[in-house]
T-cell receptor, first 114, second 115 residues
């Protein structure tokens, strides 16, 4: 069973640029959630994708957007990068079904905005 | 809206000593509660979860947690800490079932283990 993978591991961008982060979900999972973890903070929910549609969103501006593909992998796109976007971005996959769907996290992508 | 408070930012314990990490939550309904551990440069690993039933929950690596509704708490415990337990620990509450299930995390407690 393959776990959740994310790419790239590290990324450096400058303010105003755009970035795309990628996530491959765990085998058999159909839902992907994205979280932002700033230094010294707990992860914050950005949004969730299910069946290729956004299925819930946290308190993040529209310049944070995403995609989910038919194979359930996902992308997180951030436009017009700001210095405060520097963080560890975590992807979590789960199987949507009855009851609470446990989320399994990837190792994250460390984004630095200069 | 749900929230999680972890009052201890940093805790230091000696190897072999017992450990208790505090977590208080705010949530309007029956909560889904979790403890995750994060080692440096790593993602989050689930230690244990509480959905319903027995309020004392056993997890991996010898950890346990007790749900106390009257105190809105879900404290994590381990009877004897190992040096490899040094990491960041996050308590989280889950909102939603099925659709739009999101986790709200506390700010974490960094555990240091002295030999």
């Amino acid at each position: 069973e393959t776990g959740v993978t994310q790419s790239p591991t590290h990324l450096i961008k400058t303010r105003g640029q755009q970035v795309t982060l990628r996530c491959s979900s765990q085998s058999g999972h159909n839902t992907v959630s994205w979280y932002q973890q700033a230094l010294g903070q707990g992860p914050q929910f950005i949004f969730q994708y299910y069946r290729e549609e956004e299925n819930g969103r946290g308190n993040f501006p529209p310049r944070f957007s995403g995609l989910q593909f038919p194979n359930y992998s996902s992308e997180l796109n951030v436009n017009a990068l700001e210095l405060d976007d520097s963080a560890l971005y975590l992807c979590a996959s789960s199987l949507l079904g009855r009851g609470y769907n446990e989320q399994f996290f990837g190792p994250g992508t460390r984004l630095t905005v200069l | 809206a749900q929230s999680v408070t972890q009052p201890d930012i940093h805790i230091t314990v000696s190897e072999g000593a017992s450990l208790e990490l505090r977590c208080n939550y705010s949530y309007g309904a029956t909560p889904y509660l979790f403890w995750y551990v994060q080692s440096p440069g790593q993602g989050l690993q689930l230690l244990l979860k509480y959905f319903s039933g027995d309020t004392l929950v056993q997890g991996i690596k010898g950890f346990e947690a007790e749900f106390k509704r009257s105190q809105s708490s879900f404290n994590l415990r381990k009877p004897s800490v190992h040096w490899s337990d040094a990491a960041e620990y996050f308590c989280a509450v889950g909102a939603g079932t099925g659709t739009a299930s999101k986790l709200t995390f506390g700010t974490g407690t960094r555990l240091q283990v002295t030999l």
